[in-house]
């Protein structure tokens, strides 16, 4: 599993149109996101938004993580043999 890049942070705001999630990003973060990008050549980023365990009054609910996952190259797919279903349909049913 690869490390764990943290960048940036939110929090739930309740406002007159609902709930909407405010994420703040320092430069800092920024430069790690543009880092990652850069040193794994990617077109894009997926980071998580996620809930911290202990939300404090008035500070951040949530925070962010880059999605660093990749597929194993050397995950190969079984082939899937036909599944054949067995017919379970009753004629002698007293209901239709």
């Known amino acids: ?3 764990k890049i943290y960048c940036g ?3 739930i705001r309740k406002t007159n149109f609902g709930d909407q999630m405010q ?3 320092s430069k800092d973060d920024i ?3 543009v880092g990652y990008v850069k040193s794994e ?3 894009w980023v ?3 938004v996620k809930e911290k365990r202990e939300a404090v009054e008035g500070k951040p609910t949530h925070y962010l993580e880059i999605n660093t996952w990749k597929p194993d ?3 190969k797919k079984e082939e899937r043999e036909a599944v054949i279903l067995k017919d379970t349909t009753n ?3 007293p209901f239709a």
Do not use: Q
Request: hydrophobic residues 40%.
């Open 1 to 3: 599993m690869s490390e």
């Open 9 to 11: 942070n939110a929090k």
């Open 23 to 25: 994420i703040s990003l």
């Open 31 to 33: 430069n790690k996101i």
């Open 41 to 43: 050549k990617l077109d």
């Open 46 to 48: 997926n980071i998580n």
């Open 73 to 75: 190259p050397n995950f």
């Open 91 to 93: 004629d002698d049913l």
